[in-house]
Nanobody, 115 residues
Framework: QVQLVESGGGLVQAGGSLRLSCAASRNIFSGNSMAWYRQAPGKQREVIATINSAGMATYFVQSIKGRFTISRDNATNRLYLQMNSLRPEDTAVYYC????????WGQGTRVTVSS
């Protein structure tokens, strides 16, 4: 049973933008803080942005502050990541999941930023 489906990745030039989407099953999404994670080549997966269940509180790691925005639609169980001013170091596979006790990971969506 697929519960997390990420989409929206692709190849973009440095300075460009992408919007990632995550379709989550209700049992994962509803009432939970959600996060975007990424795994760069040769590195471990890391959390980069979180949003609480009401969508009112967000957190971003320093490297993406001011460039990325996280949002959620609780009516459709979707999570979004707006990525602007992309840099080559943003190249990674991006995943969504719960903040606390992440569930089985989806396939992720690959973002490649060329210089």
């Amino acid at each position: 049973q697929v519960q997390l489906v990420e989409s929206g990745g692709g190849l973009v030039q440095a300075g460009g933008s992408l919007r990632l989407s995550c379709a989550a099953s209700r049992n994962i999404f509803s009432g939970n803080s959600m996060a975007w994670y990424r795994q760069a080549p040769g590195k471990q997966r890391e959390v980069i942005a979180t949003i609480n269940s009401a969508g009112m509180a967000t957190y971003f790691v320093q490297s993406i502050k001011g460039r990325f925005t996280i949002s959620r639609d609780n009516a459709t169980n979707r999570l979004y990541l707006q990525m602007n001013s992309l840099r080559p170091e943003d190249t990674a596979v991006y995943y969504c999941n719960k903040v606390v006790r992440p569930r089985e990971w989806g396939q992720g969506t690959r973002v490649t930023v060329s210089s």
